[in-house]
T-cell receptor
Framework: ETGVTQSPTHLIKTRGQQVTLRCSSQ?????VSWYQQALGQGPQFIFQ???????GRGNFPPRFSGLQFPNYSSELNVNALELDDSALYLC?????????????FGQGTRLTVV | DAKTTQPNSMESNEEEPVHLPCNHS???????IHWYRQLPSQGPEYVIH???SNVNNRMASLAIAEDRKSSTLILHRATLRDAAVYYC???????FGGGTRLMVKP
């Protein structure tokens, strides 16, 4: 049990809609990273939040946005959904934005866009 | 970003040691080497990480080449529960790559 929880576990949306995914980080962790994992591929980094500020971003368009709250939980928002956005979305929390510490992943949210 | 290269798949017999290789020839001096594994229908799970020296923990050992351009994850006695995709990634975890799918035969 990692202590990182994501909600919802599964979601079906229609192309063009907007979606919000949520992540509760492990107690004591101030950094949350989000990843997109397409079927059969490794996770791709979307962005990272450290103490409520964006601390790095991968090669994703601006319609992927996020927030981190004072309790260090986080949201991933995706606007104007496209079919290719169908994937497993993972969040990972860690004690520090300095990446020599282990990260704990949630079970992910499976998003299907139809 | 520095990339890693791993074999797509490997097979092992149960109770035997497994050596999973990773090449990272463009690693920088400050990059840590991390290993995660992902079981079916689960998020990735931390296995081990290191900088220069070999590392051991309860799950595995990490052997790092002297020039740091490659590393090897060692599972000392593979079990069926070790069947997973193993990812070797560098410090900032921007690029996971495809990982190595480890199959363990009883």
């Amino acid at each position: 049990e990692t202590g990182v929880t994501q909600s919802p576990t599964h979601l079906i949306k229609t192309r063009g809609q907007q979606v919000t995914l949520r992540c509760s980080s492990q107690s004591g962790h101030n950094t949350v990273s989000w990843y997109q994992q397409a079927l059969g591929q490794g996770p791709q980094f979307i962005f990272q939040y450290y103490r409520e500020e964006e601390n790095g971003r991968g090669n994703f368009p601006p319609r992927f946005s996020g927030l981190q709250f004072p309790n260090y939980s986080s949201e991933l928002n995706v606007n104007a959904l496209e079919l290719d956005d169908s994937a497993l979305y993972l969040c990972a929390s860690s004690f520090s934005a300095v990446m020599n510490t282990e990260a704990f992943f949630g079970q992910g949210t499976r998003l299907t866009v139809v | 970003d520095a990339k890693t290269t791993q074999p797509n798949s490997m097979e092992s017999n149960e109770e035997e040691p497994v050596h999973l290789p990773c090449n990272h020839s463009t690693i920088s001096g400050t990059d840590y080497i991390h290993w995660y594994r992902q079981l079916p229908s689960q998020g990735p799970e931390y296995v081990i990480h290191g900088l220069t020296s070999n590392v051991n923990n309860r799950m595995a050992s990490l052997a790092i080449a002297e020039d740091r351009k490659s590393s090897t994850l060692i599972l000392h006695r593979a079990t069926l529960r070790d069947a997973a995709v193993y990812y070797c990634i560098l410090t900032n975890m921007l690029t996971f790559g495809g990982g190595t799918r480890l199959m363990v035969k009883p």
